[in-house]
């Protein structure tokens, strides 16, 4: 059994840097894989960036050179660390939990355990 929570969201504004943190309870994650999703009002659920077990990680073209993707296994911890921000990158970020390969997926059907999200809104 485990549980994943996300903390960190809030308003900024454009150009701004955001961190989330998503940490989890129960079960340790240090052999899963990890990914960031995001979700807009009226939009499908969308891969932002994951993180195998070992380190490796995949961007989404929309986010990659602006935002960086990190683990601390110690504390059971993911990072988002968000640079640049635009007003597209208003969503409920989502962090998600998946049985370690070295396969980084981008589908939110390859995830088996979702937090609750974290609401970033950008101001245009």
């Known amino acids: 059994q485990g549980q994943l929570v996300e903390s960190g969201g809030g308003l900024v504004q454009a150009g701004d840097s955001l961190s989330l943190s998503c940490t989890a309870s129960g079960r340790s994650f240090s052999y899963w894989n990890m990914g960031w999703f995001r979700q807009a009002p009226g939009k499908e659920r969308e891969f932002v960036v994951g993180i195998n077990y070992i380190g490796g990680t995949h961007y989404a073209d929309s986010v990659k050179g602006r935002f960086t993707i990190s683990r601390d296994n110690a504390k059971n911890t993911l990072y988002l660390q968000m640079s640049s921000l635009k007003f597209e990158d208003t969503a409920v970020y989502y962090c998600?939990?998946?049985?370690?390969?070295?396969?980084?997926?981008?589908?939110?059907?390859?995830?088996?355990?979702w937090g609750e999200g974290t609401q970033v809104t950008v101001a245009s």
């Open positions: 998600a939990a998946t049985g370690g390969r070295m396969a980084v997926a981008s589908v939110p059907g390859a995830y088996d355990l």
